[in-house]
């Protein structure tokens, strides 16, 4: 493929090579990326010859800032039949079906977590089965900004957190690093961000066998005896501030959580972003990440996706995606008008209709 397609492919002897190629947008994931993303990963799985897939993203920012979300605002506003977006609908529905794939791919997939990886990104390398992040990480599921929700398996990965800290990020959006990837269980090995390299070719040179079992385990060796050392390693946020994080988050009701989160007064500057965060945050969002968590809490990673393509087609239809985006990146006054505009004035009717399906059977329920 040439150099303009967001999606460059190429093969470097047993192992497959994708790369996001919008390295101004962040690599931001758009329906091109995602549908070339899917056929190649099809086509690879069947290739014999190949052992190994590997995603990063071009230069040397961001894995993936997130989805394409300036399209879903220019696109919200064509409906089809069941009051939804027909590109919204399909934006995700293919998103998705693309993340569960690569949490079911059974060959091993290395996704090279450098930089920015935040939403969709967080999509991609959450489910691969070897998800590295190196010092210059930066996570994030900051959909609360926008007046969407932590999807993309998002109520999966949250909810097996340790403690609480899941929740405490869905409603603050609050950046983590590579450290904080390993504790919650959201990567697997930190290694230096100038090995990329020098692992690529360490993977090209393995002894492949026709086994994905047995070449899931030399992978797994060969990015291991690559770690950067704890002491390289960035210090730590959410360990660091896991008893503050239980004691905001132990209320049973989301308004205690929320308003103990809001109330925050201690001088940690990362803990003051995390309530500043959530207070300018879309209050509905505020609801869903409450209610996505606890119904969430045993249902199966196919069920979490249809949930969460419920969700997002009526959080986008219902506006609040369009004004929050309208507010962050299309006018950028960073003043959005959420309505309700607070949380106290969300009704629990206007959370469920976030929840009730538009469709008699899910896009997705082949899954």
């Excluded at 093969?11 to 070339?36: E, F, S, Y």
């Excluded at 990480?137 to 929700?149: D, H, K, Q, V």
């Excluded at 704890?230 to 994080?245: K, S």
């Excluded at 929320?258 to 969002?285: N, V």
Aim: proline share 5%.
């Amino acid at each position: 493929m040439t150099q303009e397609s967001p999606l460059i492919v190429e093969r470097q002897g047993p192992v497959g090579k994708l790369t996001l190629n919008l390295p101004k947008a962040h690599n931001a994931l758009n329906l091109d990326m995602i549908d070339l993303m899917a056929a190649q990963l099809d086509e690879w799985e069947k290739d014999e010859s190949l052992a190994c897939v590997w995603i990063e993203g071009a230069g040397d920012k961001a894995l993936c800032a997130g989805g394409d979300v300036v399209a879903l605002h220019r696109e919200s506003g064509s409906y089809g039949d069941n009051g939804a977006s027909q590109f919204v609908q399909d934006f995700f529905t293919r998103e998705y079906r693309l993340d569960y794939r690569i949490h079911t791919y059974a060959k091993p997939i290395v996704v090279w977590g450098s930089g920015i990886v935040m939403g969709g990104g967080i999509g991609i390398m959450s489910g691969a089965s070897h998800r590295i992040v190196t010092e210059t990480t930066r996570m994030a599921m900051p959909e609360i900004n926008i007046g969407l929700f932590p999807d993309v398996g998002g109520s999966w990965f949250l909810n097996r957190m340790p403690g609480r800290t899941g929740l405490f990020l869905g409603l603050t959006g609050a950046q983590f690093n590579g450290t904080d990837a390993l504790y919650c269980g959201m990567a697997d090995r930190l290694l230096p961000a100038a090995g990329k390299d020098d692992l690529l070719a360490g993977l090209q040179a393995l002894d492949f066998s026709a086994d994905p079992a047995q070449n899931h385990v030399l992978v797994s060796k060969a990015i291991q005896s690559r770690e950067l050392p704890a002491a390289g390693q960035p210090a730590p946020n959410l360990r660091t501030h896991y008893d503050v994080i239980q004691e905001l988050t132990d209320g049973a009701t989301l308004p205690e959580v929320y308003e103990a989160i809001a109330a925050y007064s201690g001088d940690d500057k990362w803990l003051q972003r995390a309530s500043a965060t959530m207070r300018a945050g879309c209050p509905l969002t505020a609801w869903i990440v409450w209610e996505q968590l606890h119904r969430a809490r045993h249902m199966s990673l196919a069920d979490v996706l249809r949930m969460e393509l419920t969700l997002a087609v009526n959080m986008c239809n219902n506006g609040q995606v369009k004004e929050g985006v309208r507010a962050l990146l299309i006018d950028k006054d960073r003043n959005p008008q959420w309505q309700p505009a607070t949380l106290g004035e969300v009704t629990a009717a206007e959370v469920e209709a976030c929840f009730t399906a538009p469709w008699k059977v899910s896009p997705l329920a082949d899954l």
